[in-house]
């Protein structure tokens, strides 16, 4: 089996909901994250690229008819080259990643470009086929942002509930308090702003020209647990925790990394940031979503044959507060390891391309420090999580 490497990661910065990428199509974030990908490598050519693999969540509006094909072409890149889109909702993209890990394992690739991409602002209201033709009675639209929509009617209720009230009945069964969550999310904001005065993102985003963000758009400066712990709560209104301050937000961006195997690193000119040791997957109840990542991640330390004893940073989607602590409290692990520049709960999830956007940050985390050993992970909607361990190439 070859070893598989990561090269590159780059990203945009992540607009809010109707904030300023919302005026950006989706194909047109994925072009320019690719482009991106591409002018970072110049000794790459193009038309040497193997495959293209994009993640996506919604699919149903102008990301539709393969993504990751439509961006290709449209950065005007050699139509040589195949592409394909996958959907494993909020792991899409690090699923790209590890599909093309797995090529280049077994041999079928030399060189993958990898992402993902979420319009959260654009995607769209659908209006399903009548069972007959021309209803006299009015229809409903359906909103494809987030969440279940047109539920088959066998699905059971108790799988259904929305993301929130699943992590409500995930933090009662972890005993995760409230002032626990509120604390988490403004460590977050602290650490991503730090992180991005610090310089720490210059290297990983590309912006888009016309909608240039001087940082994540949902980052906010002068949160503190007690001014949170103010917020209503939104999915119960008795005996509720969650709210919008301590949950990542709805967001619009995109994001790519280059892989390929030890020999490609003459074809595409430029040394691995990391090796891509072990990945995971890992499934339980729908409603238990939040803590599949703790499976997952083992799974991938097995794989790579390690244990947490050897992992010295941890890039955890933080879909909520409450759910990211379920599994850092399962595994273990220091807190300080964990989004030591912040996560999802600042920076954003758009759903397509966070999963990159571990993999990018985990790897600059572990060249900043020089560590050898860290972890990806995220939780996703209907039961599911994904893991994948870096090994820092850059040291020794």
Known sequence: ??????????????????????GVRPDDLAAQVLSASLERSPGLDPATVDEVILGNANGAGEENRNVARMAWLLGGHPVSVPATTVNRLCGSSLDATIM??????VGDADVMLIGGVESMSRAPWVLPKTERPFPMQNLELVNTTLGWRLINEHMPAEWTVSLGEATEQLREKHGITRE???????????????AWEDGRYDELITQIPGAELPRDETIRDGVTAEKLSGLRTVFRHENGTVTAGNASSMNDGASAALLGSAAAAQRIGRDPLARLAGWGAAANSPQDFGFAP???ADRALAKAGITWDDIEAVEL???????????????????????????AVALG??????????????AARLRASGHRWGVAALCIGVGQGLAVVLENTTTG
């Open 1 to 22: 089996m070859e070893q598989t490497y990561l090269y590159d990661a780059v990203r945009t910065p992540f607009g809010k909901v109707g904030g300023g990428l919302s």
């Open 100 to 105: 093309g890990a797995r090529q280049i394992a």
């Open 180 to 194: 626990r969550q509120d604390a988490f999310a403004a460590r977050s904001h602290a650490l991503a702003i730090t």
């Open 294 to 296: 703790v499976e997952a």
């Open 317 to 343: 989607n933080e879909a909520f507060s409450a759910q990211a602590l379920a599994c850092t409290d399962a595994w273990g692990v220091d807190a300080e390891i964990v989004n030591a520049w912040g996560g």
């Open 349 to 362: 999830h758009p759903l397509g391309a966070s999963g990159t956007r571990l993999i990018g940050t985990l």
